[in-house]
């Protein structure tokens, strides 16, 4: 039985075969309908989501599966003051996999050593985001045909945005990425994500301020929101709310084959008017998380 907590769960080999399984899925989507006939998938969310909860649910249909779960807090036992332990040995009484997201870091990998069935970390707090991540990779993939040689700018909430973090670690894994960190001062990558991931794995990276001057090197421009509920304080995150707005006229000294990706929901990092840029690439990335989901839960499952 196996879980996926972090993206390093994952070894470069696997994902080189989820993506291959999801752009197998993607083009014989009948062949893969009824794989996961009779399973069932229990979402567990105490955190909101659109996008990753919906998406697993999608995931598990297109299999053939059927799904359960809670998607606030708030209308489970967790409310009654539940463990996270004894919730989740209940759910593995009734489900074949568990997909939770939680506030707080590290709740998923708890959850794990508890569940009698593979749990996968759908968000855990400011911490990982393992399946957004391989909805990312499916992304750059498909529109680079590759990850290595690639300079990928990260810009918005680096300090509190899960996504980048596994993002950042998936990438570190292949041949000279270069690494731009675009943010606030006070939103910058963590230090323990610069010192354990790039400076040990000696990763080129720089930081800036000024996503203008970033703009004409990058193959990618990954954009994120200001994490609002990871702030201790309102004022702060009005003050850096709009660090980065995304306007077509900051496009103009960007590459032509730029690709443009942001996990979503965007609360106005990129203007409605980038949408219909043939760059932007974000909502292939809500539809690519389908897929790489749909590819993790056959591999979890064991399901050939
Ligand atoms: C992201 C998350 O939950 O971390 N959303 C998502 O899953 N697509 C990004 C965010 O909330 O900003």
Do not use: W
């Not at 909860?53 to 967790?78: D, K, N, W």
Request: aromatic fraction near 8%.
């Amino acid at each position: 039985m196996r879980s996926v907590i972090d993206i390093l769960d994952l070894t470069v080999e696997e994902i080189t075969d989820l993506i291959a399984t999801a752009d197998d899925i993607i083009a014989n989507p009948a062949k893969y309908a009824e794989k996961c006939h009779g399973k069932k998938l229990a979402t567990l969310f105490f955190e909101p989501s659109t996008r990753t909860r919906l998406s697993f649910e999608a995931a598990m249909y297109e299999l053939g599966g059927h799904v359960i779960g809670f998607s606030e807090a708030q209308s489970s036992s967790a409310a009654k003051g539940e463990s996270i332990a004894d919730t989740v040995r209940t759910v593995s009484c009734y489900a074949d996999i568990i997909a939770m997201r939680h506030p707080k870091e590290g709740a998923p990998l708890v959850a794990s050593m508890k569940s009698g069935v593979p749990v996968i970390n759908a968000g855990d707090g400011g911490h990982n985001h393992p399946t957004q991540t391989l909805a990312d990779l499916l992304t750059i993939h498909r529109e680079k045909g590759r990850f290595s040689g690639l300079t990928v700018g990260l810009c918005g909430d680096l300090k509190f945005g899960r996504t980048v973090h596994s993002l950042i670690n998936a990438l570190s894994r292949y041949e000279d990425v270069r690494f731009v960190l675009i943010s606030p001062n006070e939103l910058v990558l963590p230090e323990y994500m610069k010192t354990e991931v790039l400076e040990r794995k000696n990763l080129t990276y720089r930081e800036t301020t000024d996503l203008e001057e970033a703009m004409p090197e990058l193959d990618i421009l990954y954009m994120t929101r200001v994490q609002r509920e990871r702030f201790f304080n309102e004022a702060d995150y009005i003050r850096l709310k709009d660090s980065y707005i995304l306007t077509p006229d900051k496009l103009l000294n960007a590459k032509s084959d730029l690709c443009i990706m942001h996990p979503l929901p965007r609360v106005g990092e990129i203007a409605g008017s980038v949408d219909d840029d043939p760059r932007a690439c974000y909502f292939k990335q809500v539809l690519y998380g389908k897929y790489m989901r749909m590819a993790l839960i056959l591999k979890l499952l064991e399901v050939a």
